[in-house]
Protein backbone atom coordinates (compact mmCIF):
# COMPACT_ATOMS: atom_id res chain seq x y z
CA UNK A 1 0.00 0.00 0.00
CA UNK A 2 1.52 3.16 -0.98
CA UNK A 3 2.17 6.33 1.00
CA UNK A 4 0.78 8.44 -0.73
CA UNK A 5 -3.27 9.39 -1.89
CA UNK A 6 -4.40 8.55 -5.16
CA UNK A 7 -7.84 9.73 -6.72
CA UNK A 8 -9.04 6.04 -5.81
CA UNK A 9 -8.27 5.60 -2.06
CA UNK A 10 -6.06 7.30 0.74
CA UNK A 11 -2.26 6.30 1.38
CA UNK A 12 -0.50 4.95 4.40
CA UNK A 13 0.15 8.34 5.83
CA UNK A 14 -3.71 9.83 5.00
CA UNK A 15 -5.06 7.07 7.41
CA UNK A 16 -2.59 6.90 9.88
CA UNK A 17 -3.31 10.46 10.48
CA UNK A 18 -7.07 9.67 10.30
CA UNK A 19 -7.21 6.77 13.39
CA UNK A 20 -4.49 8.61 15.22
CA UNK A 21 -6.72 11.56 15.41
CA UNK A 22 -9.52 9.37 16.28
CA UNK A 23 -7.87 7.61 19.14
CA UNK A 24 -7.19 11.28 20.79
CA UNK A 25 -10.38 12.83 20.18
CA UNK A 26 -12.20 9.88 21.77
CA UNK A 27 -9.82 9.98 24.84
CA UNK A 28 -9.99 13.90 24.90
CA UNK A 29 -14.19 14.12 25.54
CA UNK A 30 -14.55 11.21 27.69
CA UNK A 31 -11.29 13.03 29.73
CA UNK A 32 -12.91 16.06 29.99
CA UNK A 33 -16.42 15.04 30.76
CA UNK A 34 -15.17 13.40 33.99
CA UNK A 35 -13.06 15.95 35.07
CA UNK A 36 -15.87 18.20 34.99
CA UNK A 37 -18.01 16.68 36.79
CA UNK A 38 -15.48 16.53 39.27
CA UNK A 39 -15.19 20.38 38.80
CA UNK A 40 -18.70 20.61 39.75
CA UNK A 41 -18.47 18.63 42.63
CA UNK A 42 -15.27 20.27 44.32
CA UNK A 43 -17.10 23.93 43.52
CA UNK A 44 -20.14 23.07 45.50
CA UNK A 45 -20.56 24.77 48.68
CA UNK A 46 -20.93 20.91 50.01
CA UNK A 47 -17.44 19.60 48.92
CA UNK A 48 -15.73 18.48 51.98
CA UNK A 49 -11.95 19.21 50.70
CA UNK A 50 -11.55 15.36 49.85
CA UNK A 51 -8.02 15.26 48.52
CA UNK A 52 -8.31 12.04 46.59
CA UNK A 53 -10.93 13.83 44.60
CA UNK A 54 -8.67 16.86 44.09
CA UNK A 55 -5.85 14.82 43.19
CA UNK A 56 -8.51 13.00 40.44
CA UNK A 57 -9.40 16.15 38.90
CA UNK A 58 -5.78 17.16 38.88
CA UNK A 59 -5.10 14.16 37.18
CA UNK A 60 -7.98 14.31 34.39
CA UNK A 61 -7.68 17.93 33.53
CA UNK A 62 -3.68 17.14 32.83
CA UNK A 63 -4.55 14.09 30.48
CA UNK A 64 -7.69 15.94 28.44
CA UNK A 65 -5.36 19.26 28.43
CA UNK A 66 -1.95 17.22 27.48
CA UNK A 67 -4.35 14.80 24.93
CA UNK A 68 -5.83 18.71 23.76
CA UNK A 69 -2.59 19.62 22.78
CA UNK A 70 -1.71 16.35 20.63
CA UNK A 71 -4.82 16.66 18.89
CA UNK A 72 -3.71 20.44 17.67
CA UNK A 73 -0.39 19.06 16.42
CA UNK A 74 -1.26 15.92 14.90
CA UNK A 75 -4.60 17.70 13.31
CA UNK A 76 -1.90 20.47 12.04
CA UNK A 77 0.77 17.85 10.64
CA UNK A 78 -2.46 16.01 8.63
CA UNK A 79 -3.73 19.27 6.90
CA UNK A 80 -0.28 20.06 5.69
CA UNK A 81 -0.21 16.17 4.42
CA UNK A 82 -3.63 16.80 2.98
CA UNK A 83 -2.58 19.70 1.08
CA UNK A 84 0.55 17.98 -0.52
CA UNK A 85 -2.15 15.02 -1.87
CA UNK A 86 -4.49 14.42 -4.14
CA UNK A 87 -8.02 13.72 -2.32
CA UNK A 88 -9.54 10.58 -3.04
CA UNK A 89 -13.41 11.71 -5.64
CA UNK A 90 -16.43 10.56 -3.70
CA UNK A 91 -17.95 7.60 -5.06
CA UNK A 92 -21.86 9.47 -5.59
CA UNK A 93 -20.73 13.08 -6.72
CA UNK A 94 -23.69 12.37 -8.58
CA UNK A 95 -25.78 12.73 -5.03
CA UNK A 96 -25.69 16.91 -5.12
CA UNK A 97 -26.84 17.03 -1.21
CA UNK A 98 -24.99 14.20 0.11
CA UNK A 99 -21.98 15.40 -1.46
CA UNK A 100 -22.22 19.22 -0.12
CA UNK A 101 -23.08 17.37 3.38
CA UNK A 102 -20.15 15.25 3.34
CA UNK A 103 -17.55 17.79 2.08
CA UNK A 104 -19.19 20.72 4.19
CA UNK A 105 -18.81 18.27 7.62
CA UNK A 106 -15.07 17.82 5.86
CA UNK A 107 -14.14 21.35 6.73
CA UNK A 108 -16.09 21.58 9.87
CA UNK A 109 -14.18 18.55 10.92
CA UNK A 110 -10.54 20.00 10.17
CA UNK A 111 -11.35 23.56 11.41
CA UNK A 112 -12.68 22.29 14.73
CA UNK A 113 -9.63 19.95 15.37
CA UNK A 114 -7.58 23.04 14.71
CA UNK A 115 -9.88 25.17 16.48
CA UNK A 116 -11.07 23.37 19.86
CA UNK A 117 -7.57 22.60 21.00
CA UNK A 118 -5.79 25.85 20.60
CA UNK A 119 -9.17 27.73 22.38
CA UNK A 120 -8.72 25.50 25.15
CA UNK A 121 -4.68 25.62 25.32
CA UNK A 122 -5.29 29.55 24.85
CA UNK A 123 -8.03 29.41 28.45
CA UNK A 124 -5.21 27.42 29.86
CA UNK A 125 -2.63 30.45 29.21
CA UNK A 126 -4.42 33.17 30.49
CA UNK A 127 -5.45 31.46 33.63
CA UNK A 128 -3.56 30.57 36.33
CA UNK A 129 -3.78 26.69 35.75
CA UNK A 130 -3.60 24.19 38.62
CA UNK A 131 -3.45 20.99 36.13
CA UNK A 132 -0.38 21.50 34.13
CA UNK A 133 -0.26 20.34 30.64
CA UNK A 134 2.38 17.41 30.75
CA UNK A 135 5.22 18.36 28.94
CA UNK A 136 8.71 20.83 28.59
CA UNK A 137 7.55 24.04 27.29
CA UNK A 138 6.28 25.75 29.99
CA UNK A 139 2.53 27.19 30.66
CA UNK A 140 2.15 30.17 28.36
CA UNK A 141 1.54 31.10 25.51
CA UNK A 142 3.02 34.67 23.39
CA UNK A 143 1.19 37.32 22.93
CA UNK A 144 -1.70 35.75 25.34
CA UNK A 145 -1.60 37.93 29.17
CA UNK A 146 -3.31 36.24 32.14
CA UNK A 147 -6.50 37.87 32.36
CA UNK A 148 -9.81 37.22 33.61
CA UNK A 149 -11.98 38.32 30.32
CA UNK A 150 -9.59 36.55 27.60
CA UNK A 151 -9.73 33.64 29.62
CA UNK A 152 -13.95 33.82 30.19
CA UNK A 153 -13.98 34.78 25.97
CA UNK A 154 -11.52 31.79 25.00
CA UNK A 155 -13.43 29.13 27.34
CA UNK A 156 -16.71 30.22 26.17
CA UNK A 157 -15.32 30.16 22.46
CA UNK A 158 -14.01 26.28 23.47
CA UNK A 159 -17.28 25.11 25.10
CA UNK A 160 -19.10 26.31 21.85
CA UNK A 161 -16.47 24.34 19.43
CA UNK A 162 -16.17 21.36 21.20
CA UNK A 163 -20.08 20.91 20.54
CA UNK A 164 -19.25 22.24 17.15
CA UNK A 165 -16.86 19.64 16.86
CA UNK A 166 -19.36 16.84 18.64
CA UNK A 167 -22.08 17.30 16.04
CA UNK A 168 -19.65 17.37 13.13
CA UNK A 169 -18.04 14.32 14.47
CA UNK A 170 -21.68 12.68 14.80
CA UNK A 171 -22.76 13.57 11.26
CA UNK A 172 -18.97 12.62 10.09
CA UNK A 173 -19.91 8.94 11.82
CA UNK A 174 -23.25 8.85 10.97
CA UNK A 175 -21.97 9.17 6.73
CA UNK A 176 -19.99 6.59 7.03
CA UNK A 177 -22.23 3.78 8.58
CA UNK A 178 -24.30 4.69 5.90
CA UNK A 179 -22.22 4.47 3.12
CA UNK A 180 -21.29 1.04 4.61
CA UNK A 181 -24.49 -0.15 6.07
CA UNK A 182 -26.73 0.96 3.34
CA UNK A 183 -24.97 2.08 0.10
CA UNK A 184 -22.94 -0.94 0.62
CA UNK A 185 -19.98 0.76 -0.92
CA UNK A 186 -16.36 1.42 -0.55
CA UNK A 187 -16.25 4.78 1.25
CA UNK A 188 -15.87 3.82 4.62
CA UNK A 189 -13.09 0.69 3.26
CA UNK A 190 -10.85 3.20 1.69
CA UNK A 191 -10.07 4.58 4.99
CA UNK A 192 -9.01 1.07 6.63
CA UNK A 193 -5.84 -0.15 6.82
CA UNK A 194 -4.88 -2.30 4.17
CA UNK A 195 -7.37 -2.23 1.68
CA UNK A 196 -6.67 -2.12 -1.68
CA UNK A 197 -8.18 -2.55 -5.25
CA UNK A 198 -10.71 0.49 -4.15
CA UNK A 199 -13.02 1.44 -7.02
CA UNK A 200 -12.30 4.07 -9.59
CA UNK A 201 -14.72 7.43 -8.73
CA UNK A 202 -16.20 9.35 -11.69
CA UNK A 203 -14.93 12.64 -12.51
CA UNK A 204 -15.79 15.54 -10.62
CA UNK A 205 -15.49 18.83 -10.06
CA UNK A 206 -15.47 20.67 -6.42
CA UNK A 207 -16.74 24.32 -5.35
CA UNK A 208 -16.48 26.99 -2.77
CA UNK A 209 -20.17 26.03 -1.27
CA UNK A 210 -18.81 23.36 1.29
CA UNK A 211 -16.86 26.19 2.63
CA UNK A 212 -19.11 28.62 2.56
CA UNK A 213 -21.70 26.04 4.27
CA UNK A 214 -18.96 25.14 6.97
CA UNK A 215 -18.53 28.96 7.49
CA UNK A 216 -21.88 29.58 8.05
CA UNK A 217 -22.43 26.87 10.62
CA UNK A 218 -19.62 28.30 12.69
CA UNK A 219 -21.08 31.90 12.49
CA UNK A 220 -24.20 30.28 13.65
CA UNK A 221 -22.82 28.56 16.44
CA UNK A 222 -21.31 31.40 17.47
CA UNK A 223 -24.04 33.95 17.45
CA UNK A 224 -25.83 31.25 19.40
CA UNK A 225 -23.47 30.59 22.11
CA UNK A 226 -23.01 34.94 22.20
CA UNK A 227 -26.52 34.74 22.83
CA UNK A 228 -26.72 32.73 25.54
CA UNK A 229 -23.61 34.28 27.21
CA UNK A 230 -21.42 31.80 27.06
CA UNK A 231 -18.38 34.62 25.94
CA UNK A 232 -19.02 36.81 29.43
CA UNK A 233 -17.50 34.37 32.00
CA UNK A 234 -21.12 32.00 32.53
CA UNK A 235 -20.47 28.30 33.36
CA UNK A 236 -19.81 26.12 30.52
CA UNK A 237 -19.39 23.23 31.62
CA UNK A 238 -16.49 22.09 30.22
CA UNK A 239 -13.06 23.83 32.30
CA UNK A 240 -11.27 23.65 34.98
CA UNK A 241 -12.50 23.06 38.03
CA UNK A 242 -9.70 25.34 39.53
CA UNK A 243 -7.89 27.21 36.52
CA UNK A 244 -9.36 30.62 37.30
CA UNK A 245 -8.20 33.24 39.37
CA UNK A 246 -9.71 36.69 39.96
CA UNK A 247 -7.81 39.94 40.77
CA UNK A 248 -9.55 43.28 40.59
CA UNK A 249 -9.91 46.64 42.05
CA UNK A 250 -13.04 47.40 43.58
CA UNK A 251 -13.96 51.18 45.39
CA UNK A 252 -14.98 49.58 48.84
CA UNK A 253 -18.34 50.69 51.09
CA UNK A 254 -16.26 52.98 53.67
CA UNK A 255 -17.07 53.97 56.54
CA UNK A 256 -16.05 57.04 58.48
CA UNK A 257 -16.12 57.60 62.08
CA UNK A 258 -17.27 61.37 62.00
CA UNK A 259 -16.30 62.22 65.75
CA UNK A 260 -12.78 61.05 65.08
CA UNK A 261 -10.79 63.85 64.52
CA UNK A 262 -8.09 61.72 62.51
CA UNK A 263 -11.04 59.86 60.37
CA UNK A 264 -10.01 58.98 56.88
CA UNK A 265 -12.06 58.06 53.64
CA UNK A 266 -11.14 55.47 51.38
CA UNK A 267 -11.16 56.23 48.06
CA UNK A 268 -10.22 53.19 46.13
CA UNK A 269 -8.56 50.04 47.47
CA UNK A 270 -7.79 46.34 46.51
CA UNK A 271 -8.37 43.94 49.83
CA UNK A 272 -6.97 40.32 48.25
CA UNK A 273 -6.03 36.64 49.08
CA UNK A 274 -3.87 34.30 47.67
CA UNK A 275 -3.38 30.66 47.90
CA UNK A 276 -1.27 28.17 46.37
CA UNK A 277 -3.20 25.57 45.55
CA UNK A 278 -1.95 22.02 43.71
CA UNK A 279 1.48 23.96 43.54
CA UNK A 280 0.31 26.95 41.81
CA UNK A 281 -1.00 30.27 43.52
CA UNK A 282 -4.83 30.76 43.30
CA UNK A 283 -5.50 34.94 43.36
CA UNK A 284 -8.42 36.60 44.17
CA UNK A 285 -10.16 39.43 45.78
CA UNK A 286 -12.86 40.59 47.84
CA UNK A 287 -15.63 43.23 46.41
CA UNK A 288 -17.08 44.31 49.18
CA UNK A 289 -15.73 45.10 52.66
CA UNK A 290 -15.61 48.09 55.06
CA UNK A 291 -13.05 50.13 56.89
CA UNK A 292 -12.97 53.32 59.63
CA UNK A 293 -9.53 54.46 60.28
CA UNK A 294 -8.24 56.87 62.34
CA UNK A 295 -4.62 58.23 61.79
CA UNK A 296 -2.42 61.46 62.66
CA UNK A 297 0.95 60.50 62.04
CA UNK A 298 3.28 60.98 65.03
CA UNK A 299 6.75 62.75 64.47
CA UNK A 300 8.58 59.89 66.37
CA UNK A 301 7.58 55.91 66.82
CA UNK A 302 4.85 55.61 68.29
CA UNK A 303 0.76 55.05 68.67
CA UNK A 304 -0.36 56.94 65.30
CA UNK A 305 -4.43 55.53 65.46
CA UNK A 306 -6.73 52.82 64.81
CA UNK A 307 -8.65 50.37 62.54
CA UNK A 308 -11.10 48.63 61.93
CA UNK A 309 -12.04 46.57 59.09
CA UNK A 310 -15.51 44.39 58.36
CA UNK A 311 -15.27 42.09 54.96
CA UNK A 312 -17.93 40.31 53.72
CA UNK A 313 -16.73 37.22 52.86
CA UNK A 314 -19.05 35.98 50.12
CA UNK A 315 -18.44 38.84 48.24
CA UNK A 316 -14.68 36.70 47.79
CA UNK A 317 -14.09 36.40 44.00
CA UNK A 318 -11.76 33.91 43.07
CA UNK A 319 -12.45 31.97 40.03
CA UNK A 320 -14.23 28.45 39.70
CA UNK A 321 -13.58 27.73 43.46
CA UNK A 322 -15.59 30.20 44.97
CA UNK A 323 -18.25 28.20 45.80
CA UNK A 324 -15.92 25.60 46.93
CA UNK A 325 -14.74 28.32 49.54
CA UNK A 326 -17.58 29.39 50.95
CA UNK A 327 -18.03 25.35 51.63
CA UNK A 328 -18.31 24.28 55.43
CA UNK A 329 -14.71 22.99 55.28
CA UNK A 330 -12.97 26.52 54.53
CA UNK A 331 -14.91 29.89 55.05
CA UNK A 332 -18.13 28.71 55.86
CA UNK A 333 -19.69 31.80 54.94
CA UNK A 334 -23.34 30.53 55.86
CA UNK A 335 -22.81 30.51 59.21
CA UNK A 336 -19.64 32.97 59.30
CA UNK A 337 -20.23 35.81 56.56
CA UNK A 338 -18.02 38.02 57.72
CA UNK A 339 -14.44 39.26 58.89
CA UNK A 340 -13.31 41.86 61.35
CA UNK A 341 -9.81 43.59 61.59
CA UNK A 342 -9.22 45.47 64.37
CA UNK A 343 -6.15 47.03 65.50
CA UNK A 344 -3.93 50.02 66.45
CA UNK A 345 -1.88 51.64 64.10
CA UNK A 346 2.25 52.03 65.06
CA UNK A 347 4.60 54.48 63.48
CA UNK A 348 7.86 52.29 63.52
CA UNK A 349 11.51 53.40 62.83
CA UNK A 350 11.02 52.23 59.72
CA UNK A 351 7.44 52.04 58.27
CA UNK A 352 4.03 51.40 59.96
CA UNK A 353 2.31 48.07 61.20
CA UNK A 354 -1.47 47.74 62.43
CA UNK A 355 -1.27 44.99 64.87
CA UNK A 356 -4.32 43.63 66.51
CA UNK A 357 -6.84 40.75 66.08
CA UNK A 358 -8.68 38.81 63.02
CA UNK A 359 -11.14 37.21 63.73
CA UNK A 360 -12.10 34.62 60.67
CA UNK A 361 -15.13 31.86 61.11
CA UNK A 362 -15.29 32.27 64.82
CA UNK A 363 -11.69 32.29 65.30
CA UNK A 364 -9.86 35.31 66.78
CA UNK A 365 -5.77 35.58 66.38
CA UNK A 366 -3.35 38.16 66.60
CA UNK A 367 -2.55 39.62 63.31
CA UNK A 368 0.00 42.08 62.02
CA UNK A 369 -0.53 44.04 59.15
CA UNK A 370 3.14 45.83 57.97
CA UNK A 371 2.75 48.25 55.55
CA UNK A 372 4.34 50.96 53.68
CA UNK A 373 2.36 54.86 53.36
CA UNK A 374 3.12 57.30 51.39
CA UNK A 375 1.68 60.79 52.72
CA UNK A 376 1.05 63.86 50.59
CA UNK A 377 -0.81 66.55 51.58
CA UNK A 378 -4.26 64.82 52.59
CA UNK A 379 -3.94 61.96 50.63
CA UNK A 380 -2.54 58.87 51.68
CA UNK A 381 -1.51 55.69 50.00
CA UNK A 382 -0.55 52.84 51.88
CA UNK A 383 0.30 49.19 51.14
CA UNK A 384 1.27 45.29 53.07
CA UNK A 385 0.09 42.20 53.19
CA UNK A 386 -0.61 40.41 55.66
CA UNK A 387 0.38 36.12 56.06
CA UNK A 388 -1.64 34.41 57.50
CA UNK A 389 -1.88 30.28 58.27
CA UNK A 390 -5.32 29.10 57.18
CA UNK A 391 -5.31 26.18 60.11
CA UNK A 392 -5.17 28.89 62.71
CA UNK A 393 -9.51 29.74 61.55
CA UNK A 394 -10.16 26.33 61.10
CA UNK A 395 -10.07 26.71 57.13
CA UNK A 396 -9.40 23.15 55.25
CA UNK A 397 -9.12 21.42 58.28
CA UNK A 398 -9.76 18.50 55.80
CA UNK A 399 -6.61 19.21 54.39
CA UNK A 400 -3.93 18.73 57.04
CA UNK A 401 -0.73 19.10 54.79
CA UNK A 402 -0.02 21.15 51.96
CA UNK A 403 -0.33 18.73 49.49
CA UNK A 404 -3.01 19.92 47.89
CA UNK A 405 -3.19 23.45 49.80
CA UNK A 406 -0.62 25.14 50.87
CA UNK A 407 -1.19 26.84 54.92
CA UNK A 408 0.14 30.41 53.91
CA UNK A 409 -2.37 32.24 52.99
CA UNK A 410 -1.54 36.33 51.54
CA UNK A 411 -3.70 38.94 52.11
CA UNK A 412 -2.36 42.00 50.31
CA UNK A 413 -3.84 45.36 51.17
CA UNK A 414 -3.70 48.15 48.74
CA UNK A 415 -5.68 52.18 49.17
CA UNK A 416 -5.63 55.48 48.55
CA UNK A 417 -7.70 57.59 51.38
CA UNK A 418 -8.33 61.04 51.76
CA UNK A 419 -8.39 62.70 55.45
CA UNK A 420 -12.36 63.48 56.39
CA UNK A 421 -13.49 66.77 56.21
Known amino acids: MSRANTF ?9 FHWLTALLIFSAFPLGYIANEL ?27 TVGVAVF ?4 LRILWALSQPKPGLLHPDRKAEALAAEMVHWLLYGSLVAVPLSGWIHHAATTGFAPIWWPFGQNLPFVPKSDHAADFFGGLHWVLVWTLAASLGL ?4 ALKHHVIDRDATLRR ?15 HSLMPLLAALAVWAGALGGGAVIGVFGGHDHSHGNAQDHSTEGTVAPVVAVDPAAGGGWAVQSGTLGLSVTQMGSVISGSFSEWAAVINFEDPAAPGPAGDVEVTVSI ?6 SVAGQA ?12 TALFKADIEKL ?43 DFGIGKSLPDETSLGFAVEVPVELVAKRAE
Open 8 to 16: TSYGNVAKT
Open 39 to 65: AHEIQSPEFDGSQAVIARATLLFSLHK
Open 73 to 76: FTAL
Open 172 to 175: HIAG
Open 191 to 205: MLPGSSNQPQPPAQS
Open 314 to 319: PSLELG
Open 326 to 337: MGADYFDSANFP
Open 349 to 391: AAGYQAAGTLTIKGQTVPATLPFSLDLQGDTAMMAGTLTLNRL
